[in-house]
């Protein structure tokens, strides 16, 4: 093949341009040509030479790695493989993943490997590379755990696809699930990523092939849902490259030959005109793809000067970029590749080539063979080792950690439009906000906070990164290598920024296993074509909350959903990007809980005291108009609350939800949520309320029976337990404030200490008798129980024993308009029975202090909401900064007579524990349910602060219990 002058000078200006923004435009332009091995060698010579001008981490090196990994020169490929292994390159991860994103198969060992370490990205990697060389039979390769996103399990059913098993990626199709969250975007979006993947096995084509054709079929008759039908047909499109998105049928231009080799003829296309734009106002201004399809019409030796000529130094760079991606996309549509109708051309490292083998790798062994891509030693380019000199070589099978180090590390980002890096973002375009995390790197935005520095599993943390922004979301995966020095690969985050704002403010939230691990506030100012440039900062990104201790518990169960407020308003992270929801106003329902709730729960009680009823013996009286009413009214307020959200979208985010309140003075009653209907004036508990009550089930038998447990429109003449969240749901609430000093489970440390001691105390205004019992059942369950009288007891007892379980059954009180709390007989000077808030301390709680901190029962007469306490935020919450594991108190005021029966059955529950993985969130639940069971209405408002995940200590009757965790000081 003779050399084509056209790609020379195309060569040549990359070479010679001085802008690397347009040379590394010209470099991917060139890229889309079929070169001669001579001009591999020279594009492979002008990449190195943009490599080794930049230093490490810089993002234009970055770039250029990525085009390097794409030029199919086995000595090239090489030194990339020898950089991407060493441990003293500093972008030795970044030389990694232009490899994987290149179809290297010399990274199927190591992305196989890191499966193994929950890095469910590599699934879409994997199904791009020949694993079929790798692997002997499908079942080697794992199947995605429970709960991964949909999307991992699509990667991993094409990859599987590739071993010959076709059923899983058939199963997916043909399920009623939710298709993956890949196919809720525009189908171009979706093919490009699936297009990724060629070429295919020859099995795999012809088994794609012969689905699709079932597919139609299916359709027809009825068998196959239209959208599953849709997404499967652009699965096959995109993967076998028979048509694309729209299902035209993809093929090269006629006569195409090779690209550079054509001879221009007569009335060719006038480009510099073309892309001037409309003569008329009135005329639609053609997308850059359109342009293209017009331009790949005529021969690439007519069209790559005239583009080259539109390039030239006299022109902005933003016009010069695009006049070359112009060039990539012509020599796409003329070699039979697909062009998105989107596809703008100034976005030239989007959807770069795949290169042609150059390795024919024996991938267990990494043996790589000869091929006919050789170079003369001469022309074989160099790439410099950018090493950090601070931290050496190191073992890439021992990763450091770097213990003893500060981690510097933190989220960096940084805005893509048009392929074009910027700090601020573009009015009127879709634009993508690059984030990973790492230390702070030039001609990027950095969080203005390290993480702070925890330990980190050799293996890394596989992350969840979410964006929220209005009525936008998005989501993505990325991966925090344990090493200190080490960045995360980046997550690409679309956002479609609209016309008439001048600044954007969105929220990124971090999550492991579900649970916040870092918030971060996102601004920048916002620019507008054809104005004067914006007047705000450019990007920011400034830590709000999180919590990196919740890393030291890799096994943790994992949370369904993040929910924050603050500003009146409800962002829901569950995994496919953050929405937003307007709460409304619960005022009434927080005064039903403070008002009716009590009042309610006084009349029960009296009613059955009246009735020689020991309140042991006490059941829920489902007949009582009383109790009908009270359910009734909750039922009513919960279904509108819900009812609310739906009305925006909102969706039941799961069973397990972390709750974040950014706003103390307001309470969020996600507890009371009713989600089975509005239930009619006179309506009954359902017929599976005992059940419920008395067990574990998430599902009712008698509604989850029916269609009435539904999705929640239209009235009920039932009303069901399992209706209202705080029954059927683990709620875990926390202080955005206090995250670092909640006392939180680890590895090592998953279970609360052995309840073998505890302290009581409590207000006079708690019957004797009640006091009495409950110090019966704490000396029959507990062998150190100590009941104290005073605050002065208090503290001294918790100085001196640290005990794992602290109950206070106190009366919360005013003073001259100061709030205290009150425990022993009103008969005692001040200092002994009154603590003011200020005075609330570590020295009540865990004063060491003792890690895992004790369990806090805060119980007792007005210990929630009135005119002076914020409610169970205000003291409660106050408690978690004092080191305490788990703080338990009620959401509405609480009846002195019921305090101890509640602590009594709580102790009780406590330490019957009887299963190994028994956590607090779970225990919690069952204790309302018991508690509800015996008629105790105001089970309804308990609630905990504290991390779920805590296992409790078992316990076996006439068995000795094991010792503390961690042993108290002498």
Same mark, same amino acid.
């Given at each position: 093949m003779s050399p084509s002058p056209a790609i020379a000078a195309l060569l040549e200006f990359a070479r010679e341009e001085p802008d690397v923004r347009v040379r590394l435009a010209a470099l991917a332009a060139t890229l889309h040509l079929e070169l001669t091995p001579a001009q591999r060698g020279e594009l492979a010579q002008a990449t190195c030479a943009v490599i080794d001008s930049f230093p490490a981490a810089a993002y234009p090196r970055h770039l250029a790695l990525a085009l390097a990994a794409r030029i199919p020169q086995r000595s090239l490929r090489e030194r990339l493989h020898a950089l991407a292994a060493d441990p003293a390159e500093a972008d030795a991860e970044a030389v990694a993943s232009a490899l994987e994103a290149a179809g290297d198969p010399i990274r199927i060992v190591p992305l196989l490997a890191g499966l193994h370490q929950g890095r469910t990205a590599n699934y879409r990697l994997l199904a791009a590379l020949p694993i079929e060389r790798a692997l002997e039979s499908a079942a080697e390769l794992p199947e995605p755990r429970n709960g991964i996103a949909e999307d991992a399990r699509f990667w991993w059913a094409l990859a599987r696809a590739r071993l010959g098993d076709l059923s899983p990626l058939e199963s997916l199709f043909y399920a009623d699930d939710n298709l993956p969250f890949l196919f809720w975007d525009e189908p171009w979006s979706a093919y490009e990523q699936i297009a990724a993947i060629k070429p295919l096995p020859p099995r795999q084509h012809a088994q794609l092939l012969a689905l699709l054709a079932q597919a139609d079929a299916d359709e027809a008759a009825g068998t196959l849902d239209p959208e599953q039908a849709r997404a499967l047909r652009l699965t096959v499109w995109a993967a076998t490259g028979t048509a694309d998105a729209e299902g035209t049928p993809l093929r090269a231009l006629p006569a195409a030959g090779h690209p550079g080799l054509e001879v221009p003829g007569a009335g060719h296309l006038d480009i510099a005109a073309l892309l001037a734009g409309p003569a008329a106002d009135? #005329?639609?201004?053609?997308? $850059?793809?359109?342009?293209?399809?017009?331009?790949?019409?005529?021969?690439?030796?007519?069209?790559?000067?005239?583009?080259? /000529?539109?390039?030239?130094?006299?022109?902005?760079?933003?016009?010069?970029?695009?006049?070359?991606?112009?060039?990539?996309?012509?020599?796409?549509?003329?070699?039979?590749?697909?062009?998105?109708?989107?596809?703008?051309?100034?976005?030239?490292?989007?959807?770069?080539p795949r290169p042609e083998p150059v390795i024919d790798a024996q991938v267990i062994t990494a043996a790589r063979a000869a091929d006919d891509l050789t170079a003369a030693p001469s022309s074989r380019p160099q790439l410099a080792s950018h090493a950090r000199a601070a931290h050496g070589a190191r073992s890439m099978a021992a990763p450091h950690?770097?213990?003893?180090? +500060?981690?510097?590390?933190? *989220?960096?980002?940084?805005?893509?439009?048009?392929?074009?890096?910027?700090?601020?973002?573009?009015?009127?375009?879709?634009?993508?906000?690059?984030?990973?995390?790492?230390?702070?790197?030039?001609?990027?935005?950095? +969080? !203005?906070?390290?993480?702070?520095?925890?330990?980190?599993?050799?293996?890394?943390? /596989?992350?969840?990164?979410?964006?929220?922004?209005?009525?936008?979301?998005?989501?993505?995966?990325? %991966?925090?290598?344990?090493?200190?020095?080490?960045?995360?690969?980046?997550?690409?985050?679309?956002?479609?920024?609209?016309?008439?704002?001048?600044?954007?403010?969105? @929220?990124?939230?971090?999550?492991?296993?579900?649970?916040?691990?870092?918030?971060?506030?996102?601004t920048a100012a *916002?620019?507008?074509?054809?104005?004067?440039?914006?007047?705000?900062?450019?990007?920011?990104?400034?830590?709000?909350?999180?919590?990196?201790?919740?890393?030291?518990?890799?096994?943790?169960?994992?949370?369904?959903?993040?929910?924050?407020?603050?500003? /009146?308003?409800?962002? *829901?992270?569950?995994?496919?990007? &953050?929405?937003?929801? $307007?709460?409304?106003?619960?005022?009434?329902?927080?005064?039903?809980?403070?008002?009716?709730?009590?009042?309610?729960?006084?009349?029960?009680?009296?009613?059955?005291?009246?009735?020689?009823?020991?309140?042991?013996?006490?059941?829920?009286?489902? !007949?009582?108009?009383?109790?009908?009413? =009270?359910?009734?009214?909750?039922?009513?307020?919960?279904?509108?609350?819900?009812?609310?959200?739906?009305?925006? &979208?909102?969706? !039941?985010?799961? @069973?397990?939800?972390? =709750?974040?309140? %950014? $706003?103390?003075?307001?309470?969020?009653?996600?507890?009371?949520?009713?989600?089975?209907?509005?239930?009619?004036?006179?309506?009954?508990?359902?017929?599976?309320? #005992?059940?419920?009550?008395?067990? @574990?089930?998430?599902?009712?038998?008698?509604?989850?029976?029916?269609?009435?447990?539904?999705?929640?429109?239209?009235?009920?003449?039932?009303?069901?337990?399992?209706?209202?969240?705080?029954?059927?749901?683990?709620?875990?609430?926390?202080?955005?404030?206090? =995250?670092?000093?909640?006392?939180?489970?680890?590895?090592?440390?998953?279970?609360?200490?052995?309840?073998?001691?505890?302290?009581?105390?409590?207000?006079?205004?708690?019957?004797?008798?009640?006091?009495?019992?409950?110090?019966?059942?704490?000396?029959?369950?507990?062998?150190?129980?100590?009941?104290?009288?005073?605050?002065? #007891?208090?503290? /001294?007892?918790?100085?001196?024993?640290?005990?794992?379980?602290?109950?206070?059954?106190?009366?919360?009180?005013?003073d001259d308009g100061l709030d205290y709390l009150e425990i022993g007989s009103e008969a005692l000077d001040e200092e002994l029975k009154w603590r003011f808030r200020p005075e609330l301390n570590e020295r009540l709680i865990n004063p060491p202090p003792v890690e895992p901190g004790p369990i806090v029962l805060l119980l007792g007469c007005l210990t929630a909401a009135d005119n002076a306490e914020m409610g169970y935020s205000g003291l409660a919450n106050t408690?978690? +900064?004092?080191?305490?594991? *788990?703080?338990?108190?009620?959401?509405?005021?609480?009846?002195?007579? %019921?305090?101890?029966? =509640?602590?009594?059955?709580?102790?009780?529950?406590?330490?019957?524990?009887?299963?190994? !993985? +028994?956590?607090?969130?779970t225990v919690m639940r069952r204790v309302r349910r018991r508690m509800l069971g015996r008629g105790y209405l105001m089970a309804l408002s308990l609630v905990s602060l504290g991390d779920a995940e805590w296992h409790l200590p078992q316990s076996h009757p006439g068995q000795a219990r094991p010792p503390a965790d961690t042993a108290a000081p002498p």
């Amino acid at each position: 093949m003779s050399p084509s002058p056209a790609i020379a000078a195309l060569l040549e200006f990359a070479r010679e341009e001085p802008d690397v923004r347009v040379r590394l435009a010209a470099l991917a332009a060139t890229l889309h040509l079929e070169l001669t091995p001579a001009q591999r060698g020279e594009l492979a010579q002008a990449t190195c030479a943009v490599i080794d001008s930049f230093p490490a981490a810089a993002y234009p090196r970055h770039l250029a790695l990525a085009l390097a990994a794409r030029i199919p020169q086995r000595s090239l490929r090489e030194r990339l493989h020898a950089l991407a292994a060493d441990p003293a390159e500093a972008d030795a991860e970044a030389v990694a993943s232009a490899l994987e994103a290149a179809g290297d198969p010399i990274r199927i060992v190591p992305l196989l490997a890191g499966l193994h370490q929950g890095r469910t990205a590599n699934y879409r990697l994997l199904a791009a590379l020949p694993i079929e060389r790798a692997l002997e039979s499908a079942a080697e390769l794992p199947e995605p755990r429970n709960g991964i996103a949909e999307d991992a399990r699509f990667w991993w059913a094409l990859a599987r696809a590739r071993l010959g098993d076709l059923s899983p990626l058939e199963s997916l199709f043909y399920a009623d699930d939710n298709l993956p969250f890949l196919f809720w975007d525009e189908p171009w979006s979706a093919y490009e990523q699936i297009a990724a993947i060629k070429p295919l096995p020859p099995r795999q084509h012809a088994q794609l092939l012969a689905l699709l054709a079932q597919a139609d079929a299916d359709e027809a008759a009825g068998t196959l849902d239209p959208e599953q039908a849709r997404a499967l047909r652009l699965t096959v499109w995109a993967a076998t490259g028979t048509a694309d998105a729209e299902g035209t049928p993809l093929r090269a231009l006629p006569a195409a030959g090779h690209p550079g080799l054509e001879v221009p003829g007569a009335g060719h296309l006038d480009i510099a005109a073309l892309l001037a734009g409309p003569a008329a106002d009135t #005329q639609p201004v053609p997308t $850059d793809a359109q342009l293209a399809a017009l331009i790949a019409g005529e021969p690439a030796a007519y069209f790559i000067p005239r583009l080259l /000529a539109l390039a030239g130094p006299e022109r902005p760079s933003e016009a010069r970029i695009r006049a070359l991606g112009l060039i990539a996309l012509a020599a796409d549509l003329r070699a039979g590749r697909p062009v998105a109708p989107h596809r703008r051309a100034a976005d030239f490292m989007r959807n770069l080539p795949r290169p042609e083998p150059v390795i024919d790798a024996q991938v267990i062994t990494a043996a790589r063979a000869a091929d006919d891509l050789t170079a003369a030693p001469s022309s074989r380019p160099q790439l410099a080792s950018h090493a950090r000199a601070a931290h050496g070589a190191r073992s890439m099978a021992a990763p450091h950690t770097g213990a003893g180090e +500060a981690d510097q590390r933190r *989220v960096n980002a940084l805005i893509i439009v048009d392929g074009l890096v910027r700090l601020r973002f573009v009015a009127g375009r879709r634009q993508f906000i690059r984030c990973w995390i790492g230390l702070p790197q030039a001609q990027a935005a950095a +969080a !203005d906070a390290p993480i702070p520095t925890v330990d980190i599993p050799d293996e890394g943390l /596989a992350l969840s990164v979410e964006l929220c922004w209005q009525g936008q979301g998005a989501a993505g995966l990325i %991966h925090l290598p344990a090493k200190r020095s080490a960045r995360s690969e980046d997550c690409d985050l679309p956002i479609d920024v609209p016309e008439g704002i001048d600044q954007l403010e969105a @929220e990124l939230l971090f999550r492991f296993k579900g649970k916040v691990f870092e918030a971060v506030r996102l601004t920048a100012a *916002v620019e507008h074509e054809g104005r004067p440039a914006a007047t705000g900062a450019d990007l920011q990104l400034a830590v709000q909350f999180g919590q990196r201790a919740v890393i030291e518990l890799p096994e943790r169960s994992a949370f369904d959903a993040t929910i924050t407020f603050g500003s /009146a308003e409800m962002r *829901v992270f569950a995994g496919k990007g &953050g929405k937003i929801f $307007d709460l409304g106003s619960t005022s009434a329902l927080v005064r039903l809980l403070n008002d009716k709730l009590f009042l309610k729960d006084v009349s029960l009680v009296r009613r059955r005291s009246q009735q020689g009823v020991d309140e042991r013996d006490a059941v829920l009286d489902a !007949d009582d108009p009383d109790v009908l009413e =009270l359910f009734c009214d909750l039922a009513r307020h919960g279904a509108t609350l819900y009812q609310d959200l739906r009305s925006q &979208g909102f969706v !039941d985010p799961g @069973e397990r939800l972390q =709750l974040v309140n %950014h $706003d103390p003075k307001r309470y969020v009653p996600l507890e009371f949520v009713y989600d089975r209907g509005f239930p009619r004036r006179g309506a009954r508990l359902c017929a599976g309320w #005992q059940a419920v009550l008395g067990g @574990e089930a998430v599902r009712c038998p008698a509604c989850d029976a029916t269609e009435a447990a539904a999705a929640g429109g239209g009235r009920s003449d039932t009303i069901c337990p399992l209706g209202f969240w705080s029954i059927r749901k683990v709620i875990e609430r926390t202080d955005p404030a206090r =995250l670092q000093d909640l006392s939180t489970p680890t590895a090592p440390r998953r279970r609360l200490r052995a309840l073998n001691a505890a302290l009581c105390a409590s207000s006079d205004k708690v019957p004797e008798d009640n006091r009495a019992e409950l110090g019966a059942t704490l000396a029959a369950a507990i062998p150190a129980a100590t009941v104290v009288s005073d605050w002065a #007891q208090w503290e /001294a007892a918790v100085a001196r024993d640290a005990p794992p379980l602290l109950i206070l059954l106190a009366h919360h009180d005013l003073d001259d308009g100061l709030d205290y709390l009150e425990i022993g007989s009103e008969a005692l000077d001040e200092e002994l029975k009154w603590r003011f808030r200020p005075e609330l301390n570590e020295r009540l709680i865990n004063p060491p202090p003792v890690e895992p901190g004790p369990i806090v029962l805060l119980l007792g007469c007005l210990t929630a909401a009135d005119n002076a306490e914020m409610g169970y935020s205000g003291l409660a919450n106050t408690f978690t +900064a004092f080191r305490a594991g *788990v703080v338990l108190g009620t959401l509405a005021k609480i009846l002195g007579r %019921h305090a101890a029966p =509640l602590a009594s059955e709580l102790v009780s529950e406590l330490v019957a524990v009887d299963m190994p !993985d +028994a956590d607090f969130g779970t225990v919690m639940r069952r204790v309302r349910r018991r508690m509800l069971g015996r008629g105790y209405l105001m089970a309804l408002s308990l609630v905990s602060l504290g991390d779920a995940e805590w296992h409790l200590p078992q316990s076996h009757p006439g068995q000795a219990r094991p010792p503390a965790d961690t042993a108290a000081p002498p």
